[in-house]
């Protein structure tokens, strides 16, 4: 029987009445099954006599015997509050017992307690308001047990609790559960496995991990609880590529020790559109590039190939394309379109926004459209009427490349052969709305591959253990070089107060001919919000967007030309503005986020960034990418609040240090989680009930071989 068919009611164990169970539903533990899996979130080792005195020198936990010398009340009326006055071999102290008057009668002075508690000093006295004591004795001399040990010392189990639900009935329950049914639980990991890494039988681990002897039994029962939560998600995870692709994914990829392909290969794999799209380019690709795309050939090449063998299990390209900010990934998913629309197939590219996917619509059409490639753009505000036209072409096969937003997923859109989706930035789509418009593919009429190709890119490159974890199915590929003659953005620190010698060194560039961005984290003056990094403010007014375009254009820029875009704005107006910006019409765009992505002038040189410390880590590397996009130096400067914290300090220490992505993404999933850096944090892909991806990356590296050794030996 595994643990998770034991679906008797948590209320059948002695002791848990209805109300009881109320309190255990709280915490989403229904059954028996769920209450044995409801892992301790720490212990603490109470098998060594610890004085008062020594406990807060190591701020940590008394564990001692003391004597009760006496009764303390402070406090009016209901306020009224008593204190325990105790001492033990080390000092007096206090036990501030809130809401407890009738322990004065329970521990009358003169009796003798073990007592565990977190002492301090508090108006001028050791005192403890949290603390678990037990009886020893009614009545007796402390000395005379200065050198016993400390009754009920053993390891307790720490659990995530709620109002009303005490440690005490959490443990009398477990320990219920585990006599009733632990001797009955089977072990779900393969025995040579157990014996290969010295693991526990899951009886074992599940008792050992509630009721450990001994912190090493603590760490062993968890370290096999986690070792087989990650076996089993990576099993789930070659599963599901076995099923897409009919293979386990590249691991040289996933390592990101691949071989680069050589010149020649690279031109022999290229079909007709392809050669003409490289034949056209003023600039050489670059090795990772070359290399990304021979293995994406190669890949959707299977997939037709499969598809014309009849085979029983369909392939297809599952792909994760990752790459810094501008390291020429859009490019490499044209050619990977190229590819597909060579065998008479059509593709679908998702963007989050519209102004970014109009921005590759825009770019697609002038690179494609000479290679006979039919481009279209497809979002949710196309007007009725050359809606339904554009909908009908592509449902009759017209249209080869379509361009846009959730509406590509949207009920009434029908392709005739949709073989490839390619998904921008794909951390902001959900689980559910990826699967949506590779489901578009299978619905295909004339689908020329049952399982369509698919190519998911993020510009927030993804520490390799995270990768392997959350895309564990996917080839993950990685574009680590960049194109040649840019120059690394220099980034300034600037404190707030002190923007006028941002403002000046913007100057210079504007009258040298360049152009500058000014990015703020609202859009209307009024707006607030609470900052981490700000000690002691509290809630404090965001630096606004249209605020700051008066100021900046009447008294810092009065000569220069400027506009203004943020979400707000009219998507028609925003698209203009882009338009003369991108041609130099306009030298200074004032903006919120919008711009983090998809904007790409090679004159902009400058970046400011005010109230850089409203920004995640990811998102300040994303605008610092709109400049430096050409051979220009370009400059960045954030402009950060007066009173920053520690963790504040190190992220703008961060972003000045390095411009390179994947440092700044590790940095990145320390502060905010991998659930949140890859687009998981809603879709519960990462609820581990003790795994964690980064703290075990080595457990998860080994219990991914195995899981792999054993789907690939199933085929």
Do not use: W
Not at 583 to 590: D, H, N, P, S, Y
Not at 628 to 636: A, E, F, K, M, V
Request: hydrophobic share 40%; aromatic share 8%.
């Amino acid at each position: 029987m595994l643990v998770s068919e034991i679906k008797n009611s948590i209320s059948s164990l002695p002791g848990v009445g209805p109300a009881t169970a109320t309190l255990f539903a709280n915490l989403n533990i229904f059954t028996v099954g769920d209450l044995l899996t409801f892992y301790p979130r720490d212990y603490e080792d109470r098998t060594h006599k610890i004085t008062i005195l020594d406990g807060m020198k190591a701020n940590s936990k008394a564990h001692t015997i003391a004597v009760v010398t006496g009764h303390e009340y402070f406090g009016f009326g209901r306020m009224k509050t008593l204190k325990i006055l105790i001492r033990d071999s080390s000092t007096a102290a206090e036990l501030v017992a809130f809401n407890r008057p009738f322990l004065e009668k329970s521990l009358p002075v003169g009796t003798i307690i073990a007592v565990t508690a977190q002492f301090s000093v508090k108006y001028g006295r050791v005192q403890a308001s949290q603390f678990d004591y037990e009886k020893i004795s009614q009545e007796g001399n402390i000395e005379d047990f200065q050198n016993a040990p400390v009754p009920n010392s053993r390891i307790f189990p720490v659990y995530h609790l709620t109002e009303g639900l005490s440690r005490k009935i959490v443990e009398k329950a477990v320990n219920s559960a585990i006599k009733a049914y632990s001797a009955g639980i089977d072990t779900e990991l393969p025995k040579d496995l157990i014996e290969k890494y010295r693991l526990l039988p899951k009886n074992e681990a599940i008792r050992k991990i509630h009721n450990p002897l001994t912190l090493d039994e603590a760490n062993s029962a968890r370290r096999t609880l986690i070792f087989e939560e990650l076996y089993n998600f990576q099993l789930t995870l070659a599963r599901r590529a076995i099923a897409h692709r009919g293979k386990l994914p590249d691991e040289k990829a996933s390592s990101q020790n691949e071989a680069p392909v050589s010149q020649q290969d690279f031109e022999k794999s290229l079909s007709p559109r392809q050669k003409n799209l490289l034949a056209r380019l003023s600039f050489e690709l670059t090795p990772d590039q070359k290399t990304v795309i021979f293995k994406m050939n190669e890949d959707i090449d299977s997939a037709y190939h499969a598809a014309s063998m009849n085979r029983e299990k369909p392939f297809s390209m599952r792909t994760l394309l990752q790459g810094d900010v501008g390291s020429g990934k859009t490019l490499t998913a044209f050619f990977a379109c190229l590819r597909c629309i060579d065998y008479g197939s059509q593709c679908a590219f998702m963007a989050p926004t519209e102004l970014l996917a109009r921005q590759h619509a825009e770019n697609a059409a002038k690179q494609l459209q000479i290679l006979n490639v039919n481009v279209a753009y497809l979002t949710g505000n196309i007007k009725a009427s050359g809606r339904a036209e554009l909908l009908k072409a592509l449902k009759n096969g017209e249209i080869d490349l379509v361009i846009g937003t959730h509406a590509l997923f949207s009920k009434n859109v029908v392709y005739k052969d949709l073989a490839l989706a390619v998904i921008d930035e794909q951390h902001r789509f959900g689980v559910m709305q990826r699967e949506s418009i590779v489901q578009k593919g299978r619905d295909s009429a004339d689908g020329k591959v049952p399982e369509p190709n698919l190519l998911m890119m993020s510009a927030t490159p993804i520490p390799q253990t995270l990768a392997l974890t959350v895309f564990g199915d996917l080839d993950v590929r990685t574009i680590h070089t960049m194109p040649g003659g840019r120059k690394p953005v220099i980034t300034y620190l600037t404190r707030q107060g002190n923007e006028r010698n941002a403002y000046e060194a913007v100057r210079k560039e504007l009258m040298a001919g360049r152009q500058a961005y000014f990015v703020y984290p609202a859009i209307e003056a009024g707006e607030s919000s609470y900052s981490e990094s700000e000690s002691g403010e509290g809630k404090k007014a965001l630096k606004a967007a249209e605020e700051m375009f008066e100021f900046l254009t009447k008294q810092v820029y009065p000569g220069f030309s400027a506009a203004l875009i943020h979400s707000q704005v009219d998507e028609e107006k925003q698209n203009q503005i882009l338009s003369d910006f991108s041609a130099g019409k306009i030298q200074i765009l004032v903006a919120t986020t919008v711009v983090e992505v998809g904007v790409d002038v090679a004159n902009a040189t400058c970046m400011v960034i005010e109230q850089a410390d409203r920004f995640g880590l990811a998102a300040l590397h994303q605008l610092r990418g709109r400049v430096g996009r050409g051979n220009l130096q370009s400059y960045c400067f954030l402009i950060y609040s007066k009173n920053l914290s520690e963790n504040g300090i190190e992220r703008m220490k961060i972003l000045h240090e390095t411009t390179d992505g994947f440092k700044i993404a590790e940095e990145d999933l320390k502060l905010r989680g991998p659930g949140e850096i890859t687009g998981t944090a809603q879709s519960g892909e990462l609820t581990f009930a003790l795994a964690d991806p980064v703290r075990d990356s080595k457990i998860m590296e080994a219990a991914r071989k195995c899981a792999f050794e054993k789907a690939a030996g199933d085929l």
